[in-house]
């Protein structure tokens, strides 16, 4: 009861926050509105079992990505942007998609599904988790960390200021 | 027992708010911070589904989309950086340098 209280809470509350997030005009607003949004996310991971997930959920996103959008909207001079202008914008979507949500809400709502067969599965425990994925799940374990690297180097390499065949 | 269909509607409602910030906002940062709504959405879904089958596997496959989703953020603020060092600005409609 107390953990289905708990997810209604942070659900109404990243739902908003994630509304706001991308409707405020100001980058900076939005970046605050999304450091709520992950946050209130976590929480709905910790009541739904996933505390290893919520744990990297606060870690990576509340003080790695948002702090990136920080930093990034702050290097670039605010005042050298122009206004937004919406001149491209694709109109069959405003009505398509509130439509395809609603019948995929009514589709969730509404149809009856048989519950799934429950297997012989190893269950929510932290030892499970952490059994499963370094045995069942270790090469997309290892093959993640080689993306790391290379996520690593191309970031730098895109990101410096001079090109690559500049003379130093 | 959270049941699975709140589950659902939520991590659809994120999903689509996410999806429609990628469609209808020109600004690039924010069309950035709209892929890690929809990113969370999927999460989301996934850590139901584990909760729901009593399986660690939602959630292996969830840290995954997370360490995807950070990969994509280095990189795409990389990509932003350079090109705002040449455009000054962040307008997508800017983008149409390969316009034929």
């Not at chain 1, 605050?32 to 996103?61: H, P, R």
């Not at chain 1, 730098?156 to 065949?165: E, F, G, Q």
């Not at chain 2, 924010?30 to 729901?52: C, D, P, R, T």
Request: net charge positive; no cysteine; aromatic share 14%.
């Amino acid at each position: 009861m107390i953990a289905r209280l708990i997810f209604y809470f942070f659900a109404v509350l990243a739902v908003v926050s994630s509304l706001f997030v991308v409707t405020r005009k100001n980058a900076m607003h939005s970046v605050m509105y999304l450091a709520f949004t992950v946050l209130s996310v976590a929480g709905i991971f910790f009541s739904l079992q996933a505390e290893y997930l919520g744990a990297i959920q606060i870690l990576v996103y509340g003080g790695g990505i948002v702090v990136l959008y920080i930093f990034v909207i702050i290097i670039v001079n605010l005042s050298e942007i122009k206004p937004e202008r919406r001149k491209l914008l694709p109109r069959i979507f405003i009505f398509a998609l509130p439509a395809l949500l609603f019948f995929l809400i009514l589709d969730v709502l509404l149809v009856n599904r048989p519950a799934p067969p429950s297997g012989p599965e190893a269950g929510l425990t932290f030892p499970a988790f952490a059994e499963m994925l370094f045995s069942t799940y270790l090469v997309p374990f290892e093959i993640a960390s080689i993306l790391l690297l290379a996520v690593l180097i191309g970031a730098i390499l895109v990101a410096r200021k001079r090109l690559l065949h500049d003379s130093d | 027992m959270i049941p699975i269909n709140a589950v659902f509607v939520f991590g659809l409602l994120i999903f689509f708010i996410g999806l429609f910030g990628v469609l209808f906002r020109k600004n690039l940062v924010i069309m950035l911070m709209s892929l890690e709504l929809l990113l969370n959405g999927v999460n989301i879904l996934l850590a139901g589904l584990s909760h729901q089958l009593r399986s660690p596997r939602g959630s292996i496959f969830a840290i995954f989309v997370i360490l995807m989703a950070v990969s994509e953020a280095a990189v795409g603020f990389g990509l932003v950086l350079s090109y705002f060092r040449q455009k000054k600005t962040y307008d997508m409609d800017e983008f149409n340098e390969l316009k034929g």
